[in-house]
């Protein structure tokens, strides 16, 4: 170096005096001097009356490699030469000849006037960090380099150890050595050392970024003959933001850009205050553009969010090309404004009140100006409490005004923005209406909303509005739990643009699984789950990310599932339910499934039509898909619940079974099979697809199996147009569920057709017993007329009262429940000693047809009927009101009916009725049997047999006046039980020719049983001939009177 120094003076001759000064006065050269070596120098010329500063290389080009340092050197010459030194220095040529001077700059210009040097820094030249003219291009560089060679010991901790100074050395001259061949190379130094076999921490500088780019090839170099390097530059990429602070919720531009050598996209990244390092990737709030070696961010809505230092960064291999700058936003708070008391107490007679009002802000390092819109403003307390900023004024209540009071606070920022925050205090005085105090809740007044903060590890407030009527509604808690707002926070910042989807998603996901495993149960905190679920699928979707790894895909699963337990249903509603399956189906189809996933709730799993006959099984749902077919299902036990219970046509619905998802490619329909399904019978079940836009269920596209396989559905797939757009494939999916309606299948007019009947026989079985009464002596003359008529009157007046008691609860909801009870009682005994009292009738007939010549007696037939007739039902309803917890409403009746219970086949209150029915009706069809067959064999003293015509009508004859006094019509009553509803027609005919045969049956007792008998008939005629006999005399004893009357009076 010194040999190269002496040169250049021989230049100067005498009047220079040229010393080294700057990085080369304290540094060694890079690698050892010998003959070929090059060296470069930095100079600073100096001369009494000026100074120029110049900077400069030696370059010495030994074959096959060049090198090169950057020296400083201070070179004194008279003012008149510095014109020449240029051409001169750019000829000089070291003592070895083979270093020369490749660039020659002025870093300053120096003036001497009067006794003082004033220097001003060239161009390309600025004073830094306390150094006087470096290169403004100047590029530092800090990296690492793995040793692997070496053994890392507690020697090279200390770097004044003999160990670290020689190491030191070493790497400082093989670095060097590799580093110079870049051009503008200045200095290299070892900052420490590391574990890890052996790190090693260095600095380099380069006076400009001129061939930088060439670093990573070195560094590649070098990684081959030590180990992993990491190298991050600065300088060689400039930034342009804004200068100073900027405003809040405004846009902003920031740009960076390197020379036209190194190409490729940027990436960017944000460190927060707190040292959180996120990187920008396009959002709701901000978008990326890169041009070649330009890249530009475009911020929508500046806020805390974005708030701190930017960093750009170009990657070339293991070195990374970085610029930051420090974007400072002027910030505006969000105001939560309170009183203590919520609601000042003026009922007692006073003439003021003292209210402190609190405007609460989330600690910040922003400084605001905090004004009060109050004329009774003095300065405002701060403290500071629970992690927020509290601003508090005494606001004085005047309790003579009655009047409310207004109050407002007023947070400005350093760049004049402001935000208010108003609020009106609800004075209660003497005659204001009030909710009472209710808990924790304290009196307030009608019309306005009292609040409660949440508890310490929630977030938010419960609010509760005291009504017009001094009543308290429901409390509504808006309280989320810190961890899952937090969890929300990280997804709207994803949402936002702030990190990648990639590196931020498994943490979401991971946390939210945790979060969901604890005490969610609120509507909040349920809301805020969906929310997240839809703000995970809205960033994939608009940046088309998919769910990678296994380990996500369950821990969205375990989510979703902790979510949806029954435990938690209280919290659930129909709109949050929706959100929740189109987002959480949304995510699982953005996963790749290979294998079955399956949680509490959730089964998510791969079908194929080639697999076990097309079969797939999801919990319960067994799915049949075309040959061929294949896709995705994905069940959720208990989803079905929460989601809008309604269809176009009916609104009064159970969930029958789970919801299931299906999406696929390459298949148009699907069958299902929903086993337990659990159909109450004459229910209708509706196979039906969810319809998202819409946000109900629809049965369009999809049929049912019917009461003969309600277990089967069969859908079409509808397009799914979101990952239609998403693909060239038509992909195509649905939600499917089976929902079961809670009424029975409605027939048309039967309820109405079964009043009008029962008040026809009503009034029929009341004119029967009156003629009974009427004609009793006259058509009784013998034991079998006599027990017939017996018979007739008691059937008649026990249908009598059970219709009676039937319409007097023709309408259960308005029936009061005990009547509702008594009257179940009354028409279960009732119609039992109606069918008991035919069933006596019955066999009395057919003992007369099968013992002809023995009669019974009096005696016994009554005893025997009275006994059978309402004994025998009276021993049947109370062993059954007993057995059904003695008469319990929903267990022996059900008040929707005011009539017995039916729980199944063979279960339930009413089969303590219809058992006993179907036997009774089974006999009296029997003796009806033998009484066509007697007609249709007559006995030889009948003479000859009859003409069939005869037969014939003998027959018709006694079907038509048996059977309504037999109860034979009630055999439609089991065709009933045994044909379902849901089987239109059948079932209307079953219905309406049950409701017109027994609604109605009280008239066919008295046209058949009644009427029907020809001795009844002449007495009746016979009564009506006496009655309009007795009536014509009365008129003509009445005629005779008048007429004599006439004749007196003439006569006086």
Known sequence: MHSALLDVSNIFHQRTALRPTGPSSSVNAPWPMQDDDTSAWWFVLEHQDRVVVWIGNFVLLPPPENYYQTLNAVISIEDKANDNLTDLLRNFIASSGKEVISE?????????????????????????????????????????????????????TNPNTDAFKELSNNITQEFSKEYSKLK???????????????????????????????????????????????????????????????????????????????????????????????????????????????????????????????????????????ASVFLDVALLPEINIFTDPQFPDCKKPRPTDKVTVT????????????????????????????????????????????????VSCNFTNDLNQFKPKDLTIPVIYSDTKVCPEDGDWPEAKTGYVAKLPCGSKQKGERTRECKEEQDWAKEISECVNLDLGDISGRALDLQRGLGKFTDIAPKVFEDMKKSTQGNINSRANLKTSVLIFQTMFNVSSSKNESIEGESVLTDILTSASNIINDSLKGSWDGEIAADYLINVNGLLGKAEVNDEGKTPNINHKPCNGTLANGDCEVFNVTMTFPKNGSGVATGYKTLGEYLPLEIENDTDLDNRGIVLQINAANINSVKLKFKHVNRTKNHKLHCVVWKPNEMTWSEDGCTWGGASDPEHCEC?????????????????????????????????????????????????????????????????????????????????????????????????????????????????????????????????????LIFIF??????????????????????????????????????????????LKYEGVFQGSFFAFVMPVGIIVAINVLSMLVVIAKLLAPSVSEGSTPDDKEV??????AVIFLTPIFGVTWVFGFAVLVIDYTVIPLSEIVNYAFTVCNAFQGLFILLTACLGEKKVRDQLSEIMRCNSKVYKTSRGELSTSKTSDQSSIKKK
Not at 112 to 138: A, H, Q, T, Y
Not at 740 to 758: C, E, F, R
Not at 871 to 898: M, Q, R, W
Request: proline letters at 2%.
């Open 854 to 899: 023995h009669r019974l007696r009096k005696k016994v037939y009554l005893g025997a009927s009275f006994t059978v007739g309402y004994v025998c039902p009276l021993i049947i309803v109370v062993l059954t009101v007993i057995a059904y917890d003695n008469g319990k409403e929903d267990s022996y009746y059900l008040p929707t009916t005011c009539w």
């Open 104 to 156: 020659i700059s002025r870093t300053k210009d120096c003036h001497l006037k009067d006794g003082k040097i004033n220097c001003v820094c060239e161009v390309l030249f600025s004073k830094k960090d306390g150094v006087e003219c470096n290169p403004v291009n100047r590029v530092s560089v800090s990296g690492t380099i793995v040793h692997a060679k070496k053994t890392y010991s507690n020697d090279l």
């Open 184 to 322: 503008w190379f200045n200095s290299l130094t070892i900052t420490e050392f590391s574990k890890g076999s052996v790190k090693i921490h260095f600095r380099m500088t380069f006076d400009t970024d001129e061939g930088i780019e060439g670093i990573g090839n070195i560094t590649a170099e070098l990684q081959k003959e030590y180990g992993k390097a990491e190298l991050v530059t600065e300088g060689f990429v400039r930034i342009t933001a804004p200068t100073g602070r900027v405003k809040y919720n405004t846009n902003v531009n920031l740009s960076c850009e390197t020379n036209g050598n190194l190409t490729g996209d940027a990436a960017w990244y944000l460190r927060r205050e707190n040292g959180e390092e996120t990187e920008i990737h396009g959002g709701t709030e901000v978008e990326l553009k890169n041009q070649l070696s330009k890249s530009t961010i475009y911020l929508s809505n500046t806020s805390s969010v974005w708030r701190g230092s930017y960093i750009c960064e170009f990657k070339q291999g293991t070195v990374k090309h970085q």
């Open 952 to 957: 014939i009508r003998g027959i018709l004859k």
């Open 359 to 406: 405007c609460a802000i989330e600690n910040t390092t922003e400084i605001y100006n905090v004004n009060w819109e109050d004329k009774d403003f003095t300065s405002p307390n701060k403290k500071f409490e629970n992690g927020n900023l509290l601003y508090s004024i005494v606001k004085t209540v005047v309790c003579t005004s009655k009047e409310d009071i207004k």
């Open 716 to 848: 079409e797939l509808p397009l799914d147009n979101v990952r239609s757009s998403e693909s060239s494939n038509r992909y195509k999916g649905a939600a499917f569920t089976v929902l079961m309606s809670k009424n029975p299948v409605n027939i048309p007019y039967i309820d109405q057709l079964t009043l009008v009947g029962l008040f026809v026989s009503v009034v029929s079985l009341f004119v029967c017993l009156m003629i009974e009464f009427a004609v009793w002596n006259a058509v009784v003359k013998s034991s079998i007329a006599h027990f017939r008529h017996t018979a007739v009157v008691n059937i008649s007046l026990c249908l009598l009262l059970a219709d009676s008691s039937f319409l007097a609860t023709a309408f259960p909801e308005s029936t009061p429940g005990q009547w509702c009870r008594w009257l179940v009682v009354m028409k279960h005994y009732c119609y039992l000693a109606m069918f008991f009292w035919m069933l006596c009738l019955s066999l009395v007939l057919l003992h007369s």
